[in-house]
């Protein structure tokens, strides 16, 4: 089992910038690939971006692409999602998850492992 544990969510406005930290502890030997979701009221779920744990490949959805950056620490076993320029469309749930087989990134079932989630809001 992986545990995995968000933080940095909060309140911006529109413009502004927050740093959301996804602590990963248990059985993480395994990890192929981490990544981010977010959910906003009444939407499913979506893709954000991804890592592979093994290298520094990165994959973003166009909606965030030049505006978030992930990044991981494989030593503190922990990524990072730095979100720039924020904009109301960005309020969500966000979500960490990971994975440890498969070829997808982009979809819900491509991970087997979520955390609870942080909210971010952005106001405008």
């Known amino acids: 089992q992986v545990q995995l544990v968000e933080s940095g969510g909060g309140l911006v406005q529109a413009g502004g910038s927050l740093r959301l930290s996804c602590a990963a502890s248990?059985?993480?030997?395994?990890?192929?690939?981490m990544g981010w979701f977010r959910q906003a009221p009444g939407k499913e779920r979506e893709f954000v971006a991804a890592?592979?744990?093994?290298?520094?490949?990165?994959y973003y959805a166009n909606s965030v692409k030049g505006r978030f950056t992930i990044s991981r620490d494989a030593a503190k076993n922990t990524v990072s999602l730095q979100m720039n320029n924020l904009k109301p469309e960005d309020t969500a749930l966000y979500y960490c998850?990971?994975?440890?087989?498969?070829?997808?990134?982009?979809?819900?079932?491509?991970?087997?492992?979520w955390g609870q989630g942080t909210q971010v809001t952005v106001s405008s």
């Open positions: 248990g059985r993480t030997s395994n990890t192929y690939f």
């Open positions: 998850a990971t994975k440890t087989y498969g070829s997808g990134l982009s979809l819900e079932y491509d991970y087997q492992y």
């Open positions: 890592i592979r744990w093994g290298g520094s490949s990165t």
